[in-house]
């Protein structure tokens, strides 16, 4: 049974640093990357990496956020810094299988940063 845990969510000042990290268990996903939702918005990209390490960006974070993953551990990490108040919202980790065509969400985790 696939189960993605995150962690690592909270209030951060703007210019702050945080650090969000989701573990999957169950199999090696295509794909993982991290989506963020605020009020009356679409869950958007964020960030997302596959297996072989490749990764995209939304525009909105290019150059303060990174993404990262330990296939070994079966982990992706999302380095956030120069946070903004435009990042505040739900995030969400998420692990594609392009074999099996699923998608699997974790439960998310709020990221606010006060200005």
């Known amino acids: 049974q696939v189960q993605l845990v995150e962690s690592g969510g909270g209030l951060v000042q703007a210019g702050g640093s945080l650090r969000l990290s989701c573990a999957a268990s169950g199999q090696l996903f295509s794909m993982m990357g991290w989506y963020r939702q605020t009020p009356g918005k679409q869950r958007e990209l964020v960030a997302a990496i596959t297996r072989i390490g490749t990764s995209n960006y939304a525009d909105s974070v290019k150059g303060r956020f990174t993404i990262s993953r330990d296939n070994a551990k079966n982990t992706v990490t999302l380095q956030m810094n120069g946070l903004k108040a435009e990042d505040t919202g739900v995030y969400y980790c998420?692990?594609?299988?392009?074999?099996?065509?699923?998608?699997?969400w974790g439960q998310g985790t709020q990221v606010t940063v006060s200005s």
């Open positions: 998420k692990a594609v299988d392009y074999i099996r065509r699923l998608d699997y």
